[in-house]
DNA sequence: CCAATTGTTCAATAACTTTTGAACTAAGGA
DNA sequence: TCCTTAGTTCAAAAGTTATTGAACAATTGG
């Protein structure tokens, strides 16, 4: 079992913009590239919406060729196509994840965490 | 009389990828880029769309801080933002130009013009 | 096998976006 | 003043996107 993504070529500049241009979307591409390497699975983003709800945006994200799903077990595991973006449209990724690191108007993603500080 | 503009801390960058993320805006900011320092008006980007729905699309642009239009006689001269936008997204403009410019998909202005070719 | 975990699909709804045409305003030239 | 040019506003229609809950499927651990 493997999910529909698009190919490096088929990913659209407008389409890729749109998808980005959604709090929920971009919360969850900026965790992605907080943990770059790490793969993730849908739950950890359960702070940013229902099940439901981030299944919709995860496909989304997933169809415009921002991320990839690995199907492992029940789980997906999540990446950034960082190579594919970065062959497509060099320097948009990095300059969208810069900006997003540092808008305080996004949702977070483990909120919740219990903060230990010195 | 003078058009709203929001300020520079105002522009919003899921906002301004939502609005970067319609082909016809695209186009627009494309053209806009590749006669960057010369003010166009509304009516040369009639190749796009009836007036009414530029109208629309750049007040959008203007709206979300990807676009200035200044009021000068019945016309208004739209530019870039390209400063305040290079100040709150660094080398986000740039590459979104520079990937719109290799995007054949998008919509041309100046499509009918006469071409003369040696 | 049974239950829990992980995530998808579906249909409904609500909310927004795009596009259109007709009517309008405001400035500039004859 | 009257006409033209440049662009806006408004309301309607069409289309798209986001969010929800209930039901479903597949894998894993006991």
Redesign the interface.
Same mark, same amino acid.
């Given at each position: 079992m493997t999910l529909p993504h698009p190919t490096a070529d088929q990913i #659209?500049? @407008?389409? +890729?913009? %749109? +998808?980005? &241009?959604? @709090?929920t979307r971009?919360a969850i591409v900026r965790y992605l590239a907080s943990k770059e390497g790490v793969p993730l699975n849908c739950s950890q983003f359960l702070d940013l919406g229902s099940k439901t709800n981030l299944s919709y945006h995860l496909a989304k994200l997933r169809e415009a060729g921002v991320t990839r799903a690995e199907v492992v077990g029940t789980s997906r595991l999540i990446t950034l196509r960082r190579d594919d973006l970065d062959r497509?449209? @060099? &320097?948009?990724l990095? #300059? +969208?994840i %810069?900006? %997003?690191v540092d808008?305080t %108007?996004?949702p977070v993603v483990g909120a919740h965490e219990i903060k230990i500080h010195a």
């Amino acid at each position: 079992m493997t999910l529909p993504h698009p190919t490096a070529d088929q990913i #659209s500049l @407008p389409n +890729v913009l %749109a +998808v980005l &241009g959604d @709090p929920t979307r971009l919360a969850i591409v900026r965790y992605l590239a907080s943990k770059e390497g790490v793969p993730l699975n849908c739950s950890q983003f359960l702070d940013l919406g229902s099940k439901t709800n981030l299944s919709y945006h995860l496909a989304k994200l997933r169809e415009a060729g921002v991320t990839r799903a690995e199907v492992v077990g029940t789980s997906r595991l999540i990446t950034l196509r960082r190579d594919d973006l970065d062959r497509r449209f @060099p &320097g948009l990724l990095d #300059s +969208v994840i %810069a900006a %997003a690191v540092d808008d305080t %108007a996004l949702p977070v993603v483990g909120a919740h965490e219990i903060k230990i500080h010195a």
